[in-house]
């Protein structure tokens, strides 16, 4: 049986092609891994010369306050999807990216808004705050790659799944590298980020074409929250182990 042949099966794979597609999947990850780390370290190397230490910071400390907004985003709605055994169907689709729209557009609308509240609050540039800004849009544009990315995890495409992260994150760090260089300082991400946050948007969906559409299904939505939310809190739990500590140590310092 061909790829191709399974795919119009559904998600429902055979054991060689299960064997094959995790194969390449290890590859895929590590591989991945290992080029955007090196990655990241030329481009840290690049902002230690082109960016003040308090510029650097106040990314990472931005970034550790908007993941506030991410942990409530999801509510362990793409797992949920994902480990679902039958088939999935229009229904399931639709109903998991509608209730995931209404959750990220509304938080993203709350901390663009909570934006100037927030800059007072860290002591914020208006630089800052427009970083945060461009992060609560990138939240809306993750939010969008959802239900593409389910699709190539459920058919065990990692290596498809891979470039969308990898393109993202080589525009992101050209992107804030040069505008570093070109004396833009904090502005250098907020740009970055929406570059990123497209990038990766459109090469998902040329990856794993999918035509958004809304509606709701009380049944799917009552299957979604009674896994999601218990495998959200672990989630939650990781976020106060991990960021919150961030946050409250950007505050700190600023």
Known sequence: M??????????????????KRSVAGI??????????????LVANFLFGIFLLPEEYGVFYGVSAIIEFFVIFSD????????????????????TTFTVQQILVNTLALVAFFLSPLIGRFYNLSSAGVW???????SLILASLKTIPSIRLERQLEFPKLVIPQIVENILFYITAVFLAWQGFGVTSFSWAVLVRGLAGLIVIYLLAPWRPAFGLDKIIIRQLFSFGLPFQLNTIIAFVKDKLIIAFLFKVLQ
């Open 2 to 19: 061909s790829d191709s042949q399974s795919e119009i099966l559904g998600d429902q794979l055979d054991l060689h092609l299960v064997k």
């Open 27 to 40: 590859i895929a990850i590590t591989s991945r891994t290992f080029f955007l780390q090196l990655i990241a």
């Open 75 to 94: 509510v362990g709605l793409a797992a949920a999807l994902i480990q679902k055994k039958a088939t999935l169907d229009d229904h399931d689709l639709t």
């Open 131 to 137: 970083l945060f800004r461009a992060l609560s849009i």
